[in-house]
């Protein structure tokens, strides 16, 4: 195994609980070859652990571990079998769940979703890339899938030299999947839809939004209809509405599969909606905003900020008194303290007083690591409007 000398800095960065060392406090990596598990060492000669090194992403370093132990496939095995432990009480609930979340299972930069049975892969390092016949041979015997797709067409891979590809690895994928969430039926394109097929990570949000939401309700953004079905037995009436006409068609096709007659999807700007809908004086009891990431870096989180305040405020001034509103910003750029603060001023802007009901996060099947704070992405916030 290659050795790579780091700073201070970045040792430090590890011992206080981060897995990623930057490009600027490697100090020595000669020996390091591009995608291979190396020791890093401080610029004293001490093991600070094992990781994974990329030749060219600014994460120069993902850390495995800190401890001085073999990486080997028995090592893989068990933090593999670990992930489905911890994985054993979600998948009671759900045939759809996230199996392995990277940084957050502490096996950086592997993502493995499941949809009944159908597992879908994301390798988004040179290192967990050049290891994935490993881990598909190690899925197979540790979870007997029916078939496991790749999902590497995740831009992010750009940053670490990697081309983008899609397709099956283990057995014959069917194009579409049906999975089922607390009793809800979708159908998900694993191949070729948004993510990986599904936002895995609302799962929990939708049971929230379900426990509290009532009246006529607007589903903005809502993708194949994730928050729209599972609302359906608590409101009136649903509306969902998102830009992308494919993504309507399959939460049409959603509706139909479970038999709900209070759902209607419309394909529209939720800009333009919003502001049509004030105009003609429309009113809903519960509203749920969970719009793509406005911000993906911090040079954007003031443009991203001014799209957040403009729906928000937006969504607030259509809300009826006593009516609720679910909030989500997926940006890690856009920290909770943030957010809050926007949702505040758009509050105070649309004269509104709110009472904030949770604060929530992504689905525990995407944990976030302490110390990581990038494994923290997803907030949402539910709201009622007071007066
Ligand atoms: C984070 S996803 C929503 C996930 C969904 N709520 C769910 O739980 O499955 C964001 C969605 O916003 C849609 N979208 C992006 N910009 C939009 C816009 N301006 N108006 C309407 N929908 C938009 C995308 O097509 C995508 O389906």
Request: proline fraction near 2%; charged fraction near 25%.
């Amino acid at each position: 195994m290659a050795t790579v000398v780091i700073s201070t800095r970045g040792a430090k960065r590890i011992r206080k609980g981060h897995l990623w060392v930057y490009r600027s406090d490697v100090r020595e990596s000669s020996d390091a070859e591009a995608g291979s598990i190396v020791t890093a060492i401080d610029e004293a000669g001490n093991v600070v652990g094992h990781a994974f090194y990329s030749s060219v992403s600014e994460i120069a370093l993902r850390f495995l571990t800190t401890r001085d132990e073999a990486i080997d496939r028995d090592w893989w095995r068990a933090r593999f079998r670990a992930c489905g432990d911890r994985r054993a009480m979600i998948a009671r609930e759900t045939n759809a769940y996230r199996l392995i979340y990277s940084e957050g299972d502490l096996l950086p930069s592997l993502i493995v979703d499941v949809y009944d049975g159908h597992y879908v892969l994301q390798t988004l390092s040179q290192a967990s890339d050049v290891l994935q016949s490993e881990f598909v041979e190690l899925l197979v015997e540790l979870f007997q899938p029916r078939t496991i797709i790749e999902r590497n067409d995740a831009r992010v891979r750009e940053l670490e030299g990697l081309e983008l590809r899609n397709g099956v690895v283990y057995g014959n994928a069917p194009s579409e999947v049906e999975i089922n969430q607390h009793g809800c039926r979708f159908i998900v394109s694993p191949l070729s839809g948004q993510k990986t097929g599904a936002f895995l990570d609302q799962r929990e949000n939708y049971l929230a939004a379900k426990r509290l939401a009532r009246g006529s309700a607007l589903d903005c953004f809502t993708f194949n209809g994730g928050f729209a079905l599972h609302l359906s037995g608590a409101c009136e009436s649903v509306l969902g509405i998102d830009i992308a006409s494919e993504a309507i068609v399959a939460a049409q096709k959603n509706v139909q599969l479970n038999r709900l007659n209070n759902v209607t999807f419309q394909t529209t700007n939720v800009f333009d909606a919003l502001r049509e809908m004030s105009s003609a004086g429309e009113r809903f009891d519960t509203i749920v905003l969970d719009p793509p990431a406005f911000t993906k870096s911090r040079a954007t989180v003031k443009s991203g900020a001014r799209g957040y305040k403009e729906i928000n405020l937006r969504a607030l001034k259509l809300l009826n008194p006593g009516g609720l509103l679910i909030t989500c910003t997926c940006s890690y750029h856009m920290s909770e303290e943030m957010f809050l603060a926007i949702i505040a001023e758009s509050a105070l802007d649309a004269h509104r007083r709110l009472q904030i009901i949770e604060r929530r996060g992504q689905s525990s099947d995407h944990p976030v690591l302490l110390g990581v704070p990038e494994t923290h992405y997803l907030k949402c916030v539910i709201a009622r409007v007071l007066d």
